[in-house]
């Protein structure tokens, strides 16, 4: 059984920086990619970014130059650091593997942008 493990989230002043980390266990014979997605109150699930086995990365438009994905590939484990946050990137961050077998999604980690 595949699992993810996520942390890192948490209340941060605006301005602050988190890193979140999610890492996956279990019978993985091959990842295509591992990503963050979040969801604010009200609002869709959406991308924050994605890194491919390749190191190919993408991000959304709104955290471009705030965020860095990175990968560990020994481990499993993707990194998102989190700087110069706003109150806007207040939401539910989500863990995403692309993975041999399918998709899974973390559980999810809070974290609030806030004086």
């Known amino acids: 059984q595949v699992r993810l493990v996520e942390s890192g989230g948490g209340l941060v002043q605006p301005g602050g920086s988190l890193r979140l980390s999610c890492a996956a266990s279990?019978?993985?014979?091959?990842?295509?990619?591992m990503g963050w997605y979040r969801q604010a109150p009200g609002k869709e699930r959406e991308l924050v970014a994605r890194?491919?086995?390749?190191?190919?990365?993408n991000y959304a438009d709104s955290v471009k130059s705030r965020f860095t994905i990175s990968r560990d590939n020994t481990k499993n484990t993707v990194i998102l650091q989190m700087n110069s946050l706003k109150p806007e990137d207040t939401a539910v961050y989500y863990c995403?593997?692309?993975?041999?077998?399918?998709?899974?999604w973390g559980r999810g980690t809070q974290v609030t942008v806030s004086s």
């Open positions: 279990g019978s993985i014979f091959s990842i295509y990619a």
């Open positions: 890194i491919t086995n390749g190191i190919m990365t």
């Open positions: 995403n593997l692309n993975y041999s077998m399918g998709k899974l």
